[in-house]
């Protein structure tokens, strides 16, 4: 039996990892659902809550929403939200903004998490 060399091995790999990991807005919008809809709205406008809206959330400054009650902690963090800076955030808010108002806990499972963050970059 020929070997398939270390290239293809790779290959193959790369492949199904990129297909088996790929992020999904529709269950990203599951996610969000279970664990964010108490606080927040995914529109600009619409009933306060007591997170801000993430519309719009990538690429804005934490911290900037006009009108919005934000703690110290989370208007002096600089952070311009990313799908990278959203991941550790999501994971683990207080550890990323010692400070913060949020509440909640954190989204502990990567796939729910890169899921997430998918459904967040599509709120225009």
Known sequence: MKSMGFSAVGLFLTLTANTAFAADPAEG???FRRFCTACHITTAEGPKRLGPPLAGIVGRKSGTIEGF???EAN???SITWSAQTL???LKDPKAVI???IMAF???KKDDERENLISYLQTLK
């Open 29 to 31: 919008e599951k996610v």
């Open 69 to 71: 009650r934000y703690s």
């Open 75 to 77: 208007k002096n963090a």
């Open 87 to 89: 991941d550790p955030y």
């Open 98 to 100: 010692p400070g913060t």
């Open 105 to 107: 806990a954190g989204v």
